[in-house]
């Protein structure tokens, strides 16, 4: 049953009172952590459904994989010969394995490669797919190769042929309809012809992307990431960006141009990165989704846990050599210029080049992720901040404070991040529900003289309702503190089902699906229902005795809305008082958002303001947004 809203206390604030009550607070405070983790960039948000598609996976990646892993040789209807892994004369340095299909004998089918995908293609009726690959005719004549794709038991959905004449590496691009729905599809590859035929960057894409980008994100995962309004988004990581060793961190220089030409990288978490999902696409996405770019960069340090470290708390950590310094600070500038700079910059053509001749608007670049505070931490991020600082005083560097709420990383992180007058520090912190109600006032004790928070990474370890009524009552503190919190984003973001190295994450999603969380609904409600003003004491309560209660008000300068959040983590009914007498005339119904344990989802209704205190269902929490008159 709904309750009466609340009651409109008669409240003696002066003008002069009700102006101190307020105060502005960031713009950017609820935003994304997007990080390749639990196959949430291949195989998941980069909408690529063929996996391994240039051949590059080894051994070291993950257990067991090799060139041909997600792949199987296909001889079809007598044809025989044999198929080998090749890096003679590969398409590009870059990309060095190619597969050559030799063909004895072509049979009445011809012979080829399968892929499965990962885990099996998702294809839907009536909806068309773009295929490509790379063919170099080594031997023979010219041949036609078709591309099919089918049940795992052999009927074709839709197929395509290409007549392969070049004798050099050449691309062939065609789009398939496909007539039937099939979750677990496969592509077939079939030359028919005798000779030898080179293969590589073998790629199939939905046409329907999110905002139909080519090379883009699957739709409904990039449509699920934009319902959360992100006001930024950081990327690509995590302790993926940091790297396990020197030469497995992060360079955004590989991610970058044509897709042949990237550097494919073993995944700090056991699996394999294309970087078909690169700097530009992420620039690009963040720009769909209206969020503000956060790439993150290695602090010239690789991750503490380089080569397992993890069980023993992390000494693996190596820097950067002091010769190569130069080049690595180089290249976080080139950055800036390859999002900001104009396009006649060599790194503003590089942009232009790839389709976006008007600039990114970069404002941030964090260096460092949750590192060890090293004094060879500290001689790197030190160098990079100076120059970064001076070449580019408009650019927000974010510093980090190690990976725990406290601690020797934590005390040292902010020693040096004071030191160099740094002006925002990433905080990251995994705790239970319990340490998200009790430190709801960590904030309101931080020095507003000093660095501004990232909390960069945070998560209460579950996906229960409890885990998310705690965090929302955590960020109301953190709308209570946007005068010194001036960026906080949930972690991880999304992770495939049956392939998360990482719990809890926001959203899990299959191949087919996108399964939110309860904590996604919570940060949606935050995020779509940001301000620039806090006004304090507007709900109040006995914080003393109901320390599960937590309450914020904000005001969206731009529409006139008034929003309040009221959250109870206790497990019984709960009053509030809400106080609205010093914002004037509101218009008679406001929007009512509840979430509770029972549906799990949000359930919004528009309410007439009735007078009376307000009670709050146990574990509940609502947004009421009120409007002007
Ligand atoms: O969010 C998952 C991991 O947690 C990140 O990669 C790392 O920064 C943190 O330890």
């Not at 042929?161 to 065609?174: C, L, S």
């Not at 404070?401 to 005390?411: I, K, L, R, T, V």
Request: with cysteine; proline share 4%.
């Amino acid at each position: 049953m709904q309750r009466p809203l609340f009651t409109f206390i008669i409240a003696l604030y002066s003008t002069a009172t009700f102006a101190q009550r307020q105060k502005a607070i960031s713009p950017d405070l609820f935003g994304i952590f997007f990080e390749d983790i639990s196959y949430a960039a291949d195989g998941g948000l980069y909408a690529e459904l063929i996996q391994n598609r240039s051949f590059e996976y080894t051994g070291s990646d993950h257990r067991g994989w090799n060139p041909m892993t997600a792949w199987e040789y296909t001889p079809k209807g007598f044809a025989y010969g044999k198929i080998s892994v090749e890096t003679k004369s590969p398409l590009n340095e870059n990309n060095p394995h190619y597969v050559v299909l030799d063909i004895q004998d072509a049979g009445q089918e011809g012979l080829g490669l399968t892929n499965y995908g990962f885990n099996g293609i998702s294809v839907k009726e009536g909806e068309q797919y773009d295929v490509s690959f790379f063919a170099n005719r080594l031997a023979g004549n010219a041949m036609p190769v078709t591309v099919s794709l089918r049940s795992k038991k052999g009927d074709i959905y839709g197929e395509t042929t290409f007549d392969i004449k070049d004798k050099n590496w050449q691309k062939y691009a065609a789009s398939i309809t496909v007539n039937k729905s099939d979750d677990s599809a496969c592509v077939v590859i079939i030359a028919k012809g005798i000779g030898e035929l080179a293969l590589d960057q073998v790629s199939l894409f939905p046409k329907k992307t999110f905002k139909d980008r080519p090379n883009g994100m699957r739709a409904d995962l990039g449509q699920a990431i934009a319902d959360l309004h992100p006001k930024f988004m950081r990327f690509p990581g995590g302790c993926l960006v940091h790297g396990d060793g020197i030469a497995n961190i992060y360079n955004w220089k590989n991610t970058i141009g044509p897709l042949e030409a990237r550097v494919d990288q073993r995944n700090i978490w056991n699996y394999h990165q294309s970087m078909g999902l690169g700097y530009f696409e992420y620039f690009r996405f963040c720009e769909d989704i209206g969020a503000k770019p956060v790439p993150i960069l290695a602090a010239a340090v690789s991750c503490q846990n380089s080569g397992g470290t993890w069980a023993i708390g992390g000494t693996g950590q190596k820097g950067i050599p002091m010769q190569d310094m130069q080049a690595y600070i180089q290249d976080v500038l080139d950055l800036i210029e390859f999002a900001n700079g104009p396009v006649t910059s060599a790194w503003g053509a590089r942009r232009a080049a790839a389709g976006h001749p008007e600039p990114f608007h970069l404002e941030y670049v964090g260096i460092g992720n949750e590192d060890k505070m090293t004094p060879g931490f500290e001689e790197r991020f030190t160098m990079i901040y100076n120059v970064v600082k001076a070449k580019h005083p408009e650019i927000t560097v974010i510093g980090t404070a190690g990976p725990f709420s406290e601690g020797e990383d934590y005390e040292k992180g902010w020693e040096i991040v004071n030191k160099l007058k740094v002006p925002v520090v990433d905080e990251h912190y995994y705790n239970d529900p319990e340490w998200f109600l009790k430190n709801n006032l960590r904030y309101d004790k931080y020095d507003r003289k000093k660095a501004k928070v990232y909390v960069g990474e945070y998560a209460s370890k579950g996906n229960r309702f409890i885990n998310a009524i705690s965090e929302a009552a955590y960020m109301t503190s953190l709308e209570r503190n946007g005068d010194v919190v001036h960026m906080a984003s949930y972690a991880p973001l999304l992770a495939k089902k049956g392939n998360t190295n990482w719990n809890p994450d926001l959203i899990y999603f299959d191949n087919t699906g996108v399964y939110p969380t309860v904590n996604y609904y919570v940060q949606q409600l935050f995020s779509a229902n940001t301000g620039d003003v806090y006004i304090s004491d507007v709900v109040t309560f006995d914080r003393k005795k109901d320390s599960t209660l937590a309450a914020s008000c904000v005001k969206d300068t731009k529409t006139g809305d008034i929003i309040v959040k009221i959250v109870n983590a206790g497990g019984t009914d709960a009053k509030v008082n809400v106080n609205l007498k010093a914002f004037g005339a509101l218009q008679s119904k406001a929007n009512v958002t509840i979430l509770k344990e029972d549906r799990g989802v949000p359930v919004s209704i528009e309410t007439a303001l009735t007078k009376g205190s307000m009670t709050l269902d146990a574990l509940s929490m609502q947004v009421i947004r009120f409007h002007r008159k």
